[in-house]
């Protein structure tokens, strides 16, 4: 229980901060005479990454609400595709590296591994999403380092900040 309260917090604490470190400062990067044009697409996709999950989302309640037919698509264009992508980009980006760097068969089966956590990353960055454009509050909490998977001492856990 605690492991998976502290994964919780760290990447929701993560979450909040790109995206708000994004709110913060886009106008600032995009309008600085001092980056270049390179630097600047740069530094937007590392502030943006902690959106994809919420894209991920996104796509997920788009492919649910078609499924179960509550929205249709119209008649000229179907958006499965787009939805699907939305939610199955990152896992593509993944499998991609695989066959890129000419990676054994038997590493494809990491990826399968790795769609439990991408399905609880993806609801920790919506909720932080969403709790930062309504401004809600939230603590910050440090993560106990542990090491070894060995229990924190009770001090270390209950070290909180207000932010």
């Not at 068969?105 to 991408?118: D, E, I, K, T």
């Not at 542990?146 to 909180?160: K, R, V, Y």
Request: proline share 6%; with cysteine.
């Amino acid at each position: 229980m605690h492991t998976f309260r502290r994964f919780w917090r760290q990447r929701y604490r993560w979450a909040r901060g790109h995206q708000e470190a994004w709110r913060d400062y886009r106008r600032a990067v995009w309008r600085s005479p001092t980056l270049s044009r390179a630097e600047k697409i740069e530094t937007t996709m590392f502030l943006l990454v902690y959106h994809v999950p919420l894209l991920c989302s996104l796509g997920v309640l788009l492919i649910m609400l078609r499924v179960l037919g509550i929205v249709t698509w119209g008649s000229s264009v179907d958006l499965t595709p787009i939805a699907t992508l939305l939610f199955l980009g990152p896992l593509v980006e993944l499998a991609s590296g695989l066959i890129v760097s000419n990676a054994p068969r038997r590493s494809a089966l990491g990826v399968l591994l790795f769609l439990p956590s991408y399905l609880l990353f993806t609801i920790v960055c919506t909720k932080a999403w969403f709790d930062g454009v309504l401004g809600r509050p939230y603590s910050w909490h440090k993560t106990p380092r542990t090491g070894h998977g060995q229990d924190a001492p009770p001090e270390l856990l209950s070290e909180t900040v207000v932010a």
